[in-house]
């Protein structure tokens, strides 16, 4: 290969990338016979461009730890700069989670070794700001001596001093976003003064990335993306992967708080904590192989066949049960029927959800008394009005109800929920904006105090589809059908939302479910019957339209799709 002389005694071998800042070669430093990485600003870069590489290097330079990569030399000429450092190989945690999430045990311990390197940057006065899996390498040289995580963070092109100075002031504009827009955080994309608590956000979007392969915050135009960063809330870690410890899903929730205020004190802090949660998830992984093992070699009783599948009228089915057979989709049904239990508990408790802790068992006066302050109870009445809400007076009352139980607990997350749908309902009358933007409001309390709640999540997307967000909508949808997949209120949501989108088939197909696993909810079959009458299939929604007044004979929605489709 012809090799390429520049300043000083490197010689350029190949490209590996390019990026905003300029590009990154492979080296050969003759002297000491040792392949290189150097980097280089582009060719039209402005003084305060070249001003920032320059910096990078000064900053790289005072940062000696193993998570970080390390630099040699700055070569600096009139036509360009050169940062020369030690070459990393490997993919990065971008290229790393393409084909899927890591494991518990190997995302934390890969994060614990990303804030091991952000305490010592931050230690030294420096912020990286932009950090973010493209910015992470995975070591192989960590494979070579036995320690598979080894990682270096890189490109501190970004990388803003703690020391406020006039040489920082000339670099970046006020209210400029600087960085990667999906690792922002909230003072960042507002233009606001940073500190370290905003690299702890990165550290956040990182970890969330790596555990369940999806963003914390996305929408389909960059200003979705930024509106959910800055106020609306994400879904909890654990809801995508329920092999998350509950307790690392907690942190990360508190890294992707809205406010600095509530994140993690330090990055030392966050690496402490996942020091332990590392050893944690390393015991449990160990303990699980053991006892899997054990299991793999028991016998089976003569009078079961295993590999038997039998469904019965409720339609639950006896999946194969030896653990060598269990796949991919064995381990989520698992995972989900975690998650249902987890939520069946926090929609009886409206108290103080609490999701990601284990439920105590209740003191005794507790069990006397389940519901001391009745906030459950107006709950309760409340979502009873609601299945009626065709009857005049019904929305108003349920608002009243889910009032009442706000005003007894403020905390409660399933009375938000049914208040969001009450004004849901409303504006679904009157297509009043005011109806629409308190059902929001409700939707979103009722999702930040409990993210496992069906109900929230439901609440929340049926706000997102009235308002014409079908992707957030469906996003939405989805959580709460993984958390709760008997759920009918969300398939029929679903449903609506399919449809007004015109997929007038999957629709149909949600509904279905919607209906068989809540045969005897009205709106259900009216939504049924509607979707059959879109289709032409008139004697399938004439049955649904009939099933509906059988059920609501003092209704009005009944007769009237019945009538439409006799017409």
Not at 106 to 114: F, K, P, V, Y
Not at 147 to 154: L, S, W
Not at 525 to 544: I, N, P
């Amino acid at each position: 290969m012809r090799t390429r002389e520049i300043p000083g005694p490197y010689q350029l071998l190949e490209l590996l990338g390019q990026g905003g800042m300029g590009s990154v070669y492979l080296a050969h430093d003759p002297r000491l016979d040792r392949r290189v990485a150097v980097k280089r600003i582009a060719d039209d870069a402005d003084p305060s461009r070249r001003q920032r590489f320059r910096r990078e290097a000064a900053t790289l330079a005072r940062l000696q730890h193993p998570s970080i990569v390390q630099i040699f030399d700055l070569v600096e000429t009139d036509d360009g700069d050169w940062i020369v450092m030690e070459l990393v190989e490997g993919p990065t945690l971008k290229a790393r989670i393409a084909d899927g999430p890591l494991t518990p045990a190997m995302g934390l311990a890969i994060g614990r070794r990303i804030a091991e390197g952000l305490a010592e940057a931050h230690a030294q006065g420096v912020l990286h700001r932009d950090l973010k899996t493209e910015n992470v390498i995975l070591d192989r040289r960590g494979e070579r001596s036995g320690d598979p995580h080894r990682i270096k963070i890189v490109d501190f092109g970004l990388a803003k001093s703690l020391a406020a100075d006039d040489d920082e002031t000339s670099l970046s504009r006020s209210g400029q976003m600087l960085g990667t827009i999906r690792a922002m955080a909230p003072e960042q994309v507002r233009g606001l003064s940073l500190d370290p608590r905003t690299d702890l956000f990165a550290l956040g979007v990182l970890l969330y990335e790596i555990l369940t392969g999806t963003r914390p915050f996305h929408g389909a135009q960059i200003g979705d993306t930024l509106d959910h960063i800055t106020r609306r809330p994400h879904v909890p870690a654990r809801a995508w992967q329920p092999a998350i410890p509950p307790a690392a899903s907690a942190l990360i929730d508190r890294l992707l708080e809205k406010s600095p205020d509530l994140r993690p004190a330090s990055a030392r802090a966050v690496a402490d904590r996942l020091a332990a949660l590392e050893d944690e998830a390393r015991r449990a992984s160990q303990a699980g192989a053991e006892a899997t093992a054990e299991t793999e070699t028991a016998a089976y009783p003569p009078d079961v066949d295993a590999s038997t599948i039998v469904e019965d009228a409720s339609s639950v089915r006896a999946i194969d049960a030896r653990p060598q057979r269990r796949g991919p989709r064995v381990a989520i049904a698992i995972a989900a029927l975690l998650a249902v239990i987890t939520a069946g508990w926090l929609m009886r408790d409206a108290r103080d959800p609490a999701p990601a802790a284990p439920v105590p068992d209740p003191p005794p006066s507790a069990e006397a008394n389940p519901d001391p302050d009745g906030a459950y109870a107006h709950f309760e009445d409340g979502m009873r009005l609601l299945e009626r809400f065709d009857k005049a007076d019904h929305l108003d009352r349920a608002v009243a109800a889910f009032g009442a139980a706000i005003a007894s607990n403020p905390r409660s997350a399933p009375a938000h929920a049914g208040l969001a749908l009450a004004h849901r309902y409303r504006h679904m009358r009157s297509r009043n904006q005011a109806s629409l933007d308190r059902a929001f409001d409700a939707a979103r309390r009722a999702v930040t105090l409990d993210g496992y709640l069906a109900l929230a999540r439901i609440a929340l997307g049926s706000v997102h589809a009235a308002a014409g967000r079908f992707d957030e909508a469906k996003g939405e949808f989805e959580t709460a059908i993984l958390l709760d997949p008997s759920n009918a209120r969300a398939h029929g949501e679903f449903a609506r939302a399919l449809s007004k989108e015109n997929r007038r088939d999957e629709a149909l197909t949600r509904a279905i479910r919607a209906v068989a696993l809540a045969p005897d909810d009205r709106a259900l079959r009216d939504l049924l019957g509607t979707l059959y009458f879109q289709t032409a299939r008139y004697d399938e929604a004439e049955a649904q339209f009939r099933a509906s007044v059988a059920l609501a004979p003092d209704g009005i929605y009944g007769y009237r799709n019945l009538a439409a489709v006799l017409y």
